[in-house]
């Protein structure tokens, strides 16, 4: 367990000020930063209760110099303000080796669905000290309304380009550039008023080794809550800026199932050969985060065969169970590939409150997240 909730005992993180320990960890971002073997891990801490709309949130942070091994104590990345610091989303510059943390400030109580603002804090020592949060009004979403990054993991292109998913667009940084936005295709969801609507919510981006962008988001909430044609999938896009083949309701992805929650995705290279790894739960049970698969691709995303997927229930945590005090793993989730070759994931975790717990259950209980490793073997069988 990398951040516990409040009940977690010892491993149950303090809130600044000596007022107990945060209820949640939630919202879990991880990032190996390339040619080190420091590994960065951030998440949300939720003093009071798991609920989006609960306030007061800090961003909290754990650094590893051992690729994973052991971490550092948990401290706090953004927190000034009774504002929440929601969405933690990590990218690393190589050419330059500055980190940047992207993340959202939202309103507290029932404003926090109203326009957040975008906010990025930089680290240039790996992740040892970082700047205070700067507002960057100008990546905001046109509209107003709930305004996602991430979170998670942005990504690095082969020519140095930076790409950090939001929500309706990428966030880009060309080498020498500044941070702009980029939208991304409208048409596939059409609104209540008959609008047609950018459909895209939390995602996900990785670069396919055809050097083209692969784009993986959630539905929105008014889809998979009141939409009959939603069909519990993936929304999926491939391509470039300008240039991007969209997925239309026939080919959503139907082979990666999803409820309406985040998912993680990333390439990772497996003896020599390109590969993407995704993770998210695999039921199309609205609300059931806790059907956690991991699957591979060896072909861009195009296919994911059934041999290239292992449930997390087929090695489950120590503590998994539905019994009071066990954990629950699933929900939001964060990949990211070490120089050694394994695989390092961030998943969150309920607390059993009750025995044999309902999903609607599970999904009011105090969270944590726990630390994943994985050797490429484990999912991609010879």
């Known amino acids: 367990m990398l951040f516990g909730d409040a009940q977690a005992g010892a491993a149950a993180i303090p809130k600044e000020g000596g007022s107990g320990n945060y209820h949640s960890c939630r919202i879990p971002a991880i990032l190996a930063i ?32 051992d690729s994973g091994l052991t971490w550092g104590v948990a401290t706090t990345l953004a927190g000034a303000g009774l504002q929440s610091w929601t969405n933690p989303t990590l990218v690393h510059d190589r050419l330059t080796g500055r980190l940047t ?14 326009d957040p603002d975008v906010y990025l804090a930089t680290s240039d020592d790996n992740g040892a000290t970082w700047t205070a949060p700067v507002a960057r009004p100008d990546l905001d979403r046109v509209a107003g309304g709930n305004d996602f990054i991430g979170p998670g993991n942005g990504i690095q292109r082969a020519d140095g380009t930076l790409v950090v998913p939001a929500r309706g667009r990428l966030i880009i940084k060309e080498p020498g550039g500044d941070w702009a936005g980029h939208g991304l295709p409208v048409g596939l969801y059409v609104d209540e008023d008959g609008k047609q609507r950018s459909p895209y919510g939390e995602g996900t981006v990785a670069e396919r080794s055809d050097g083209q962008l692969i784009l993986n988001y959630r ?10 044609a939603y069909p519990h999938t993936r929304r999926v896009a491939i391509g470039n800026p300008g240039d991007w083949q969209v997925f239309g309701t026939e080919r959503w992805r139907a082979q990666i199932i999803d409820p309406g929650a985040h998912a993680a995705q990333i390439s990772h290279s497996i003896n020599g050969n390109p590969f993407l790894i995704h993770l998210n739960s695999a039921s199309q049970q609205y609300g059931n985060r806790y059907q956690m698969k991991l699957r591979a691709s060896a072909d861009g995303g195009e296919t994911w065969p059934d041999k290239y997927e292992r449930w997390l229930s087929d090695d489950p945590l120590a503590s998994e169970g539905n019994q009071v005090g066990n954990l629950r793993e699933g929900g939001y989730s964060a990949l990211t590939s070490t120089g050694s070759g394994s695989i390092l994931a961030l998943v969150e975790a309920r607390r059993v409150q009750a025995n044999n717990p309902t999903i609607a259950d599970l999904n009011d209980w105090p969270c ?14 010879a």
């Open 34 to 65: 390339p040619g080190t073997s420091v590994v960065i891990a951030v998440v949300e801490g939720r003093p009071d209760h798991n609920e989006d709309k609960s306030g007061n949130f800090n961003l909290l942070m754990r650094r590893s110099t």
């Open 368 to 381: 944590a997240v726990v630390l994943r490793r994985f050797v490429p073997g484990w999912v991609v069988r």
């Open 101 to 114: 943390c992207f993340m959202l400030r939202r309103q507290l109580g029932e404003l926090y669905n109203e």
């Open 219 to 228: 539905a929105l909430d008014a889809e998979v809550k009141f939409s009959d």
